[in-house]
């Protein structure tokens, strides 16, 4: 059955792998699958046609036969369990992978998210400029937290894993900020994300459709 994602027609980041379809890309990519990728205008988006497949009407989507899914984490959990090459063989290790799928979106993304919101959605609030160092200080809690569990290893538990696709994506939100050059620990390993190959053909596919 043929996979078909849903992608920004034009990122607001300009192609720069923040897009969430980044994440459903890679995590395809990682695993040899081929898919297909259906461009949806930001008006197109809070149409019926596309609510029906995101109540929300946000991207991505994930299509497979009579599947639909939305929210990268359970579309990247769909993939991994089901495909070989994003989860370890043992139950143990698997259980763990996706206790760090979740950890990245619950826990580390949120305050970043919160930084993001701030600055581009309420810059031109009152509160923004008194908030800003709270938000800032909260992710270099999280942040150190992280860098202390990641430690001298290149992956957080073994090799490579969905649950590093995950975390790397939600940190690569952090790079414009200078935020995660505070952690060197964590600046590399986001950037041993970056250069596998999965990664950056996913990168190259959603930079092409945002290309001048």
């Given at each position: ?185 964590l600046a590399a390993y ?23």
């Amino acid at each position: 059955m043929t996979i078909t994602i849903t992608a920004f027609e034009k990122s607001p980041d300009g192609g720069q792998g923040l897009a969430r379809d980044t994440r459903v890309r890679w995590a395809l990519e990682e695993a040899g699958l081929a898919y297909d990728v259906r461009l949806v205008s930001f008006a197109a988006m809070k149409q019926p046609a596309h609510r029906a497949l995101h109540p929300f009407g946000q991207i991505p989507t994930y299509e497979e036969g009579d599947l639909v899914l939305f929210e990268t984490g359970a579309i990247l959990l769909h993939i991994a369990q089901s495909h070989n090459g994003l989860l370890p063989a043992d139950s143990d290790g698997r259980a763990r992978a996706m206790m760090w799928i979740f950890a990245a979106l619950n826990t580390v993304e949120p305050p970043i998210l919160e930084l993001s919101t701030s600055r581009y959605a309420e810059g031109d609030k009152p509160w923004t400029q008194e908030r800003l160092p709270l938000i800032k200080d909260r992710i270099r809690a999280t942040l150190q937290q992280l860098s202390d569990a990641l430690g001298n290893a290149d992956w957080l538990d073994g090799d490579f894993s969905a649950g590093d696709l995950m975390m790397a994506s939600v940190l690569l939100r952090l790079r414009a900020s200078g935020l995660l050059d505070e952690y060197p620990n964590l600046a590399a390993y986001v950037a041993r994300g970056e250069a596998r190959p999965a990664y950056q053909r996913a990168f190259a596919a959603q930079l092409a459709i945002n290309a001048p």
